[in-house]
Each structure stands twice: as C-alpha cells, then as structure tokens.
C-alpha cells in the first residue's frame, strides 16, 4: 500500500555530513508520523528520528541530538534526515518508516559508513 524508498547513504569521513531522503508511493497525511530509524551491525534497530505535522513534532534519539535532523516535503512525499558531525557510532543501514493504520511500512535501507 506504501512503497518507501531510501537514498543517500554512502561513506563519509568523521566529522562529515550526509542527507538521507525518502520517497514514499504516495500521499502521507501530515499527522502521520514519518520515521527515520538505524540498525547497526549486531545491534537492534532503533529510531533516530521522527516528525509529523510538517515538522510541528520532532523526536529525536539522544545520541543524535543536534547534529540530525529530519524535516518533510508532503507536497513531494518526501522526508529527509540531514546528518551532521557523523561519526563511527552512526554507521547503520538507516531505514524510512511510516506507520500506516495497524502497519508499519519500511524501506529497503540505505547505507552509511563514516569511516576515515
């Protein structure tokens, strides 16, 4: 019913800075939260990020506070998660979700090595 496909990730030195975006099939309704999550090699998969009415409501995960942010495009079905200061501890495949009714549709994964 949702299609969500990731793109962006790609290896970056520490301290560098990457833009993840999320096309979605169709039209996400702004009071739907759009969803910005990461799994690490041997690690659970954790949300990073989330937004909805248009950006009225951020979350963000302790360990990427000031340094991410995820904003959204509705008119373009779009969501983005702009990367700042990445180091080692972000490299993950990171994931775009939404939750849609009673299911939590995700993407593929894109992605990112931050590594000098």
């Known amino acids: 019913q949702v299609q969500l496909v990731e793109s962006g990730g790609g290896l970056v030195q520490p301290g560098g800075s990457l833009r993840l975006s999320c096309a979605a099939s169709r039209f996400i309704p702004s009071n739907y939260f759009m969803s910005w999550y990461r799994q690490a090699p041997g690690k659970e998969r954790e949300l990073v990020a989330e937004t909805a009415r248009v950006g009225l409501i951020t979350n963000y995960a302790d360990s990427v506070k000031g340094r991410f942010t995820i904003s959204r495009d509705n008119g373009k079905n779009m969501v983005y998660l702009q990367m700042n200061s990445l180091q080692p501890e972000d490299t993950a495949v990171y994931y775009c979700?939404?939750?849609?009714?009673?299911?939590?549709?995700w993407g593929q994964g894109t992605r990112v090595t931050v590594s000098s």
């Open positions: 979700s939404v939750l849609w009714g009673s299911l939590r549709y």
